[in-house]
């Protein structure tokens, strides 16, 4: 098992360009999420997805849109880059409620936006 | 919405001293989670706890849970250098969303 992973693991994008960033599971898990992890802040939501084909905002949404059109891929992506939302981008899954609910992430994307 | 303060924000502690790093949540949580992160790591699941008042133990490692489920702790016992990282707390009020604090950053000098 691969686990979680996420491409690519690095970018510098100009302000205004668009970009995608994928995140694919091959654990089966029901939920995915993408953070995003600043200095001294944590790592703060931006959307998330129970199950295939749904999304909901999280924290931090603004400036971002997200697709779950297959259960093991969520895609996150930013229409319109700014230089505020350079910062490393964490995906991660975890199985349905009802056991324990430790979150598994990927190894990250650092994405800085000039 | 729901906070969570972690405390304090960074550590530097001498290998074999104790470390304890406290969490604390603006609202009632369902449970918390603990994570470390080593130096260009991702977050790793280290632990859950759910009852109020529970107490786990993992090797030199101890975690609590407050009776009010609003607060918890982290107590590292004879620190090591591989304990070097930052340790996150992770409340989860409802739903499968946590909500992370900032994370405690600990430094081991050998």
């Known amino acids: 098992n691969a686990g979680v992973t996420q491409t690519p693991k690095f970018r510098v994008l100009k302000t205004g360009q668009s970009m995608t960033l994928l995140c694919a599971q091959d654990?089966?898990?029901?939920?995915m999420y993408w953070y995003r992890q600043d200095p001294g802040m944590g790592l703060r939501l931006i959307h998330y997805?129970?199950?295939?084909?749904?999304?909901a905002k999280g924290e931090v949404p603004d400036g971002y849109n997200v697709s779950r059109l297959k259960k093991q891929n969520f895609l996150l992506g930013l229409e319109s880059a700014a230089p505020s939302q350079t910062s490393v981008y964490f995906c991660?899954?975890?199985?349905?409620?009802?056991?324990?609910?430790?979150?598994?992430f990927g190894p990250g994307t650092r994405l800085t936006v000039l | 919405g729901q906070q969570v303060m972690q405390i304090p924000q960074y550590q530097h502690v001498q290998e074999g001293e104790d470390f304890t790093t406290y969490c604390n949540s603006s609202?009632?949580?369902?449970?918390i989670q603990w994570y470390k992160q080593r130096p260009g790591g991702h977050p790793v699941f280290l632990i859950q706890l759910v009852k109020s008042g529970e107490v786990k133990k993992q090797k030199r490692l101890t975690f609590q849970f407050g009776e009010a489920k609003k607060n918890s702790s982290l107590h590292i016992t004879a620190t090591q250098t591989t304990d070097v990282g930052t340790y996150f707390c992770a409340g989860m009020e409802y739903g499968n969303k946590l909500v992370f604090g900032a994370g405690t950053i600990l430094r081991v000098k050998s």
């Open positions: 609202t009632t949580l369902s449970n």
């Open positions: 997805s129970v199950g295939e084909g749904t999304t």
């Open positions: 654990m089966n898990h029901e939920y």
């Open positions: 991660a899954s975890s199985p349905l409620a009802g056991g324990p609910n430790e979150q598994f």
